[in-house]
């Protein structure tokens, strides 16, 4: 099993910045790829970036294009979500995912932290 922990979300005004963070535990050496989504209020949870842990290779959803940046440290498990130039539409309950060995889709989950954007 891998364990997520996220940190770093908050309230912050349009066009400020933060940085999310997913600490990753257990059987992390089983994580082939890593992400982020977002569920806001009254919608379905949506992808925002993805980060392919062997390889570096990354995607984000349109939305967030050229606004954040998912990365990695890789010494300490640990992943990244720097979202700039944020727009009130970014509110949302943000959690990190992770994909391990042998899952066709994301299958271990942080349990979420609160993004508030004010105009």
């Known amino acids: 099993q891998v364990q997520l922990v996220e940190s770093g979300g908050g309230l912050v005004q349009t066009g400020g910045s933060l940085r999310l963070s997913c600490a990753a535990s257990g059987r992390t050496f089983n994580v082939f790829n890593v992400g982020w989504f977002r569920q806001a209020p009254g919608k379905e949870r949506e992808f925002v970036a993805g980060?392919?842990?062997?390889?570096?290779?990354?995607n984000y959803a349109d939305s967030v294009k050229g606004r954040f940046t998912i990365s990695r440290d890789n010494t300490e498990n640990t992943w990244y979500l720097q979202m700039n130039g944020l727009k009130p539409e970014d509110t949302a309950v943000y959690f990190c995912?992770?994909?391990?060995?042998?899952?066709?889709?994301?299958?271990?989950w942080g349990q979420g932290t609160q993004v508030t954007v004010a105009s």
């Open positions: 980060l392919a842990w062997f390889g570096g290779s990354t």
């Open positions: 995912a992770a994909r391990g060995a042998g899952s066709p889709r994301y299958n271990y």
